[in-house]
């Protein structure tokens, strides 16, 4: 298996403060802390889940919705290849570059997003109090 350095973000860690940095393991791309690697008193095991594109967006629709979405991807500024996106929170997405990690391009985005077609029950977290939302599929 190929090595998977971790990508450094700009993201700061909510629970320790270091910074984030983009890994990739065989269930998708999410945010891990940097801290992660520290000796077992220092480390830090906090994790983001990064929700992928297009369950976020609407997916273009027609016979060449494949092209159309490639084409209104976003370009990486260091190979120029397309970006993947990933909503970070209901504030932030994340765009990785299509080479991650031989390439450690990322862009960050502010502004508003929500989940495709998400009008379920929001339920406040009873451990940290954020809001939790019903999910479907396979999850391990």
Known sequence: ??????????????????????????????????????????????????????????????????????????????CGTAMDSYLIDPKRKLHVCGNNPTCDGYEIEEGEFRIKGYDGPVVECEKCGSEMHLKMGAFR
Not at 21 to 45: D, H, M, N, Q
Not at 58 to 75: F, M, P, Q, S
């Open 1 to 78: 298996m190929q090595p998977n350095p971790m990508v450094l973000t700009s993201i700061d860690c909510p629970t320790c403060g270091r910074k984030m940095g983009i890994r990739t393991a065989s269930t998708g791309v999410f945010l891990g802390c940097s801290g992660y690697a520290l000796p077992p008193k220092e480390r830090c095991k906090t994790t983001i889940n990064l929700v992928p594109e297009n369950e976020v967006l609407n997916v273009l629709e027609g016979d060449d919705a494949e092209t159309n979405a490639l084409r209104a991807k976003r370009r990486c500024q260091k």
